[in-house]
């Protein structure tokens, strides 16, 4: 588990520093942004790396079980995680309805799966993964806040946008459950 806890304090940690603004301004100006966009991305990439290749090692040496989720709450993953893909998909440019109540639709998408695969995993792996994410997600919606960043604009009524985040949501959705066993190793209806 401890490649595990690496890349998350890795991935976490790059996106962490993004909001201290002060340090990070510091090292904008001392490498360029161009140099510090790629020392971002790569650090962040090494973390999900780790993060992938650590948490299927754990998984594969056994679960550690702590609790045991509830019959009932795949029953509720399943609509949270349509919701969570139709926050990505409110994520462009185009304006909609669902993109100007989120205001910050990546973070929304971020906690919702968060929450959602907490329900579904009573294990200590899956408990650090996505606690870890929920927590960062909280914080950086916060931070968001204290900045004084509004998100995207409010928009008065259904729109272009609000389509293409539905269809574009649902079809990922779709594609994820039906692939959720092949991607990540674990089918959304157990077995």
């Known amino acids: 588990m401890l490649i595990l806890v690496a890349g998350i304090l890795l991935f976490l940690g790059a996106?962490?520093?993004?909001?201290?603004?002060?340090?990070?301004?510091?090292?904008?100006?001392?490498l360029g942004p161009g140099p510090y966009k790629g020392l971002h991305s790569l650090v962040s990439l090494v973390g999900f790396g780790l993060i992938i290749y650590g948490f299927g090692q754990y998984?594969?040496?056994g679960?550690?079980?702590?609790?045991?989720p509830?019959?009932?709450?795949?029953?509720?993953?399943?609509?949270?995680?349509?919701?969570?893909?139709?926050?990505?998909?409110?994520m462009g440019p185009t304006p909609g309805l669902i993109?100007?109540?989120?205001?910050?639709?990546?973070l929304v998408a971020i906690k919702i799966w968060a929450l959602a695969h907490l329900l579904v995993n009573g294990d200590a792996g899956g408990m650090l993964l996505f606690g870890s994410f929920l927590a960062f997600a909280v914080y950086d919606?916060?931070?968001?806040?204290?900045?004084g960043d509004p998100g995207?604009?409010?928009?008065p009524g259904l729109g272009?946008?609000?389509?293409?985040?539905?269809?574009?949501?649902?079809l990922a959705y779709v594609g994820m459950v039906i692939g959720h066993r092949w991607i990540i190793g674990v089918s959304v209806f157990g077995g």
């Open 152 to 155: 995207a604009p409010r928009h």
């Open 59 to 61: 998984r594969a040496g």
């Open 15 to 30: 996106h962490v520093f993004t909001t201290l603004r002060t340090a990070r301004d510091g090292l904008i100006t001392r």
């Open 99 to 106: 993109r100007g109540l989120l205001r910050h639709p990546m």
């Open 160 to 170: 272009v946008g609000d389509g293409i985040a539905l269809g574009v949501g649902t």
């Open 70 to 90: 509830p019959v009932w709450a795949r029953h509720v993953t399943l609509p949270l995680m349509w919701l969570a893909f139709v926050s990505l998909g409110a």
């Open 141 to 147: 919606r916060i931070s968001v806040k204290r900045r």
């Open 63 to 68: 679960l550690i079980p702590v609790w045991t």
